[in-house]
Nanobody, 123 residues
Framework: QVQMVESGGGLVQAGGSLRLSCTASGLPIGDWSVGWFRQSPGKEREGVSCMSWDGEVTTYADSVKGRFTISRDSAKNTLYLQMNSLKVEDTAMYYC????????????????WGRGTQVTVSS
């Protein structure tokens, strides 16, 4: 059984940083194209950042380029999203997924999803 569990969200002031983690079980994260997505109330889900299975392709939403960094530790079977210079508009529930198209950053039909971790950025 595949499980994806996010952690690391929280409340942070604008300009601050957070690092999200997504630990997978039942699935070798190093063999999958993976990504981070976010959704806030009243808005559509947005692809924040994706990475191809071989790490050759990484993509970022324009709104986070230069501030967020996706990475993966295959030994820990964990995906990360380092978020710096956070803005109020980054407030959302953040989800990790395995089974994505890395360019553009979109989930495939049978992607595996975590339940999300809330990120709230205050002004």
């Amino acid at each position: 059984q595949v499980q994806m569990v996010e952690s690391g969200g929280g409340l942070v002031q604008a300009g601050g940083s957070l690092r999200l983690s997504c630990t997978a079980s039942g699935l070798p994260i190093g063999d999958w194209s993976v990504g981070w997505f976010r959704q806030s109330p009243g808005k559509e889900r947005e692809g924040v950042s994706c990475m191809s299975w071989d790490g050759e392709v990484t993509t970022y939403a324009d709104s986070v380029k230069g501030r967020f960094t996706i990475s993966r530790d295959s030994a820990k079977n964990t995906l990360y999203l380092q978020m710096n210079s956070l803005k109020v508009e980054d407030t959302a529930m953040y989800y990790c997924a395995a089974g994505v198209d890395s360019a553009p950053c979109t989930p495939v039909r049978n992607a595996y999803w975590g339940r999300g971790t809330q990120v709230t950025v205050s002004s």
